[in-house]
């Protein structure tokens, strides 16, 4: 009898304690764990124009609005995206986001702005004419940017994260990017945002509104 | 541990620096040794010994026996530059002149100093030329009939007198004060080994330090040789003053550079020009071993700003004169991190030490210099927009050539035309930030110009040139980062006046 009393105790405080911790899951192994959105500024924002001859114009970075045009491109990339301890979620989008910085310019980036992989390495001295100032910098006018695998603003119906639906916001799916470049080929070169369109966006220097990479990481648990 | 090293260091290079002078000095001595018309023991032109009788017998071969067994008495085998006087002493042909030399030579005054000199060495009453003697081993000895009246003791003082001349070392064999000092040593009654030996090396010492003077003299001269000043152009390259001209070597000087800017994606630096203000003295040392000093400091106009740019430091110290030319050693320490933004803040933003050697060599008709140095690597930071960028820069070795040719038009100045030309090896220079990554390998720039300058009593006003005539594909001045060294772009166009006081 005894010992009946005290097996009965053991399971009923062991029951106690994991209940304390947090919900009880037995799970089902098929199920992917519960996700966290990551969002972070894209601290490289580069403006290249045919007009800006050198690489430190400081038109052409940490601007509050860029405008682009046919001869005016903007390169983006998120410098640590190639370390390997981002815990980033293969089966589920990465994003680009920005925002247009009116409605008329919205409308025109749903319809001309596109982000394309740029096939070569640069800095943020890049200029229209080169990747960088040093030896063997130049490339090919307005960056070398693979052009078949260029992405359009994602369809305003489509179904998008809390982040893609605010007012004037533009989001690109990358993900396609992301597998090619930068988890095969291990190369983050970027993205180069071109619109043959004159279309302002707005820059790295609006507080809120700067160009954010946004994926997705397996949840924390808490025990 | 820094400070050991740095010792041992100096050891290493004041050891370096002593074998070359003493090499230089022996390879100069040995010249000097074989060079010019012999000399005789007593100081004419030997004319006189060239007839004579050879003799075997009487008291001229007692007394050289005698001498000889004086010296082995004091065992003088032992001492320092007299390891072969006995032999010299008592192996010497003897020979017996028909008559006393020609009175001539008792109207040189310092023939008869040299005479009085010898008499009083060797004892004798009366100032005449009593024997002769080639200053070189194996020579034999000629004695005059005036020898003849001389006593045993007066012989022997003799006999070891011209053996003398013969067996000391060659820097005073010659000296005929140094000569009879030691004679009177060995010969003087109560002489000892002891005292000799003293002789010998006091007059051995005396005689190293006036040569080394007579070397010290010369190469001063060679310093201070009236000369215009040296190619501006070149020191424009090295941001160094010239070597050393002691007579008016402190420096101040203005000059203005305008660089000829490459491509503007391409330029490192937006510069367009540099003004540069530079005092160099020299306050330490004297003579032609003084250290000069220098500190320049410039100000640097970009396309739409203008701010201070690099301090520099500098030193500069003759090492030697070896065969006229000047071998000087300088250092030099370029400040680009003064202060922040700016500068500072760009490919060109970083500390830069310089060590090298000249070889020059100044005449009245032209100059020419010869520059090997190295450039150590250091680092700069540059951010733009959020991203910073480490621009870690390799050694860098340069090898140059200034050359000039001077028209002395007016009494204390005159027109000077030349040009340098600088071949530099940039170690590879690495660029990483965030995920940008580059090194540029090896560079290789060549560059040449030219200058002409007017010199006019201490006041020196040049215009000069330079421009990279050939380079590693792409490559410019831009990006070996020194900026005071060598500026930027694809060369640069300037101008200078300086004085000197």
């Known amino acids: ?223 | 541990m820094a400070k050991r090293e740095l010792n041992s260091f100096r050891l290493v290079l004041d050891f370096s620096l002593r074998m070359l002078l003493l090499l230089s000095l022996l390879s100069l001595g040995t010249e000097w040794a074989n060079a010019g018309p012999t000399k005789v023991g007593n100081g004419d032109d030997g004319g006189d010994l060239e007839s004579g009788q050879r003799i075997s017998t009487g008291i001229l071969i007692e007394t050289q026996r005698e001498a000889a067994q004086l010296l082995r008495g004091l065992q003088v085998q032992g001492i320092e530059g007299l390891g072969t006087l006995i032999p010299e002493t008592e192996k010497a042909d003897l020979y017996l002149a028909e008559q006393d030399p020609s009175p001539q030579a008792k109207t040189n005054s310092e023939t008869q100093a040299e005479l009085k000199e010898i008499a009083q060495a060797i004892g004798a009453s009366e100032p005449y030329v009593y024997a002769r003697t080639f200053a070189e081993p194996h020579a034999p000895t000629r004695f005059f009939p005036k020898a003849l009246l001389l006593d045993r003791k007066n012989l022997i003082a003799l006999h070891v007198h011209e053996a003398l001349h013969r067996a000391l070392p060659a820097e005073i064999r010659e000296d005929e004060k140094s000569v009879s000092r030691i004679t009177l040593a060995i010969t003087a009654a109560g002489a000892t080994r002891d005292r000799v030996q003293e002789t010998v090396s006091k007059e051995l010492a005396s005689a190293r330090e006036a040569r080394q003077e007579a070397e010290r003299m010369q190469r001063q001269a060679t310093a201070n040789m009236p000369i215009v000043p040296y190619n501006a152009n070149f020191a424009a390259a090295s941001s160094l003053p010239p070597g050393p001209e002691l007579k008016s070597p402190s420096l101040f000087a203005y000059s203005l550079k305008s660089y000829v800017l490459p491509d503007p994606d391409k330029s490192l630096a937006p510069l367009r020009s540099m003004h540069s203000l530079r005092s160099f003295l020299y306050p330490f040392g004297r003579g032609s071993e003084a250290l000069g000093l220098g500190i320049e400091f410039s100000y640097l106009q970009a396309q739409d700003e203008a701010y201070l740019g690099p301090v520099g430091l500098s030193g500069r110290m003759k090492l030697l004169t070896w065969r006229g030319f000047d071998v000087d050693g300088f250092g030099a320490l370029r400040l680009h991190s003064v202060g922040s933004g700016e500068l500072k803040d760009s490919p060109m933003g970083r500390d830069i030490l310089e060590v090298g050697v000249s070889l020059k060599r100044d005449e009245k008709w032209y100059m020419v210099e010869n520059k090997l140095s190295v450039h150590g690597g250091s680092k700069a930071e540059q951010k733009i927009g959020a991203v910073q960028y480490t621009h870690d820069y390799g050694s860098i070795v340069e090898a140059g050539i200034a050359a000039a040719l001077r028209l002395p038009m007016v009494e204390d100045g005159g027109l000077e035309l030349g040009g340098s030309t600088q071949v530099l090896l940039a170690q590879n220079t690495r660029v990483k930030g965030g995920a940008f990554d580059y090194e540029t390998g090896r560079l290789r720039v060549v560059t040449a110009g030219p200058e002409i300058a007017w010199n006019q009593g201490a006041l020196r006003f040049s215009a000069n040139a330079r421009f990279v005539i050939d380079s590693t594909k792409g490559a410019s001045l831009d990006q070996l980062g020194d900026l005071m060294g060598h500026g930027v772009g694809q060369g640069s166009i300037g101008a200078g006046l300086s004085f000197k006081f």
């Open chain 1, 1 to 223: 009898m005894i010992r009946h009393h005290a097996i009965l105790s053991f399971c009923l405080l062991t029951c106690g304690l994991l209940s304390g911790c947090g919900p009880l899951r037995f799970g089902d192994p098929g199920e992917s764990p519960p996700a966290q959105e990551i969002v972070l500024a894209v601290d490289g924002v580069k403006l290249i124009e045919r007009d800006i001859l050198r690489g430190d114009d400081l038109r052409s970075f940490q601007q509050r609005r860029y405008s682009l045009h046919a001869n005016a491109r903007l390169l983006l990339r998120y410098e640590m995206l190639m370390e390997e301890n981002l815990g980033l979620r293969q089966d589920l989008p990465v994003r680009l986001r920005l925002f247009a910085e009116s409605a008329e310019d919205l409308q025109i980036a749903r319809s001309k702005l596109r982000a394309c992989p740029i096939t070569r390495n640069w800095m943020m001295a890049a200029t229209w004419n080169a990747a960088h100032p040093w030896r063997g910098g130049e490339w090919t006018p307005g960056a070398e940017i693979d052009w078949e695998e260029c992405v359009s603003v994602e369809a305003a119906d489509q179904p998008t994260t809390q982040l893609c639906s605010e007012t004037q916001a533009l989001c690109f799916n990358i993900s396609r990017w992301y597998r090619l470049w930068v988890r095969e080929r291990k190369e983050n070169f970027g993205l180069a945002l071109v619109s043959e369109e004159r279309v302002n966006l707005l820059g790295d220097a609006s507080p809120g509104k700067a160009p954010r990479i946004h994926w997705h990481e397996n949840a924390a648990r808490v025990w």
